[in-house]
């Protein structure tokens, strides 16, 4: 079955600091997506990408998927403290949806 | 754009009772609702998947019998823990889509708490 396998687990900024978030796929991706949680809350869909060398912009954060489309990375420019909180991506498998291991982020102000 | 509500946002109940959980799709109809769960610093997890009018297919290792999902129309799901017990006690979130598993619409959760 397909796995999302995301890096760092957590990690911990200062604010103005620019950050890097990888998501690897174990398959081949057909659409990805990224999400932004507070733990209690909902998701707040961020973006989403489906060819391979997309390269999507919303505010301050960046998000690629590669050639292969199995890898996709979230940038975020100029890091705030409302930047924080869980960061998943998120793919089509088969025939269900799925959710990567989640990256925790927090912005020291 | 899609909206997606669940009900209750917070519930908290004693060990044995039962919980029922709704998930509406307020502006779209739904044909496939997904039910997840959600433990403390981790991932959500796929529970079980509704289809509007058919049994719900459940994830291995999810109790069928323990998690009822009922599905009867295309704006609402609901998700029952039946007999809840303290180990239940998590953060469930729904979310509704159209065919297979293109983009969906998650649901603000809720969250249980079984004492």
């Known amino acids: 079955s397909q796995e999302l396998e995301q890096s760092p687990q957590s990690l911990i900024v200062q604010e103005g600091k620019n950050l890097t978030i990888n998501c690897t796929s174990s398959?081949?991706?057909?659409?990805l997506y990224w999400y932004k949680q507070k733990y209690g809350e909902g998701l707040i869909f961020l973006m989403m990408l489906q060819k391979g060398g997309e390269e999507k912009s919303h505010e301050k954060i960046t998000a690629k998927l590669d050639e292969k489309k199995q890898q996709s990375s979230l940038h975020i420019t100029a890091s705030q403290p409302s930047h924080a909180g869980i960061y998943l991506c998120?793919?089509?498998?088969?025939?269900?949806?799925?959710f990567g291991t989640g990256t925790r982020l927090k912005v020291l102000a | 754009g899609a909206v997606v509500s669940q009900h209750p946002s917070r519930v908290i109940c004693k060990s044995g009772t039962s919980v029922k959980i709704e998930c509406r799709s307020l502006d779209f109809q739904a044909t496939t609702m997904f039910w997840y769960r959600q433990f403390p610093k981790q991932s959500l997890m796929l529970m079980a998947t509704?289809?509007?009018?058919?049994?719900?297919?459940?994830e291995q290792g999810v109790e069928k019998d323990k998690f009822l999902i009922n599905h009867a129309s295309l704006t609402l799901s609901t998700l029952t823990v039946t007999s809840a017990h303290p180990e239940d006690s998590s953060f469930y979130i729904c979310?509704?889509?159209?065919?297979?598993?293109?983009?969906?619409?998650f649901g603000p959760g809720t969250r249980l708490t079984v004492l």
């Open positions: 979310s509704a889509g159209g065919q297979g598993a293109d983009e969906q619409f």
């Open positions: 398959k081949t991706l057909y659409g």
């Open positions: 998120g793919a089509r498998g088969t025939y269900k949806y799925i």
């Open positions: 509704s289809n509007e009018g058919s049994k719900a297919t459940y």
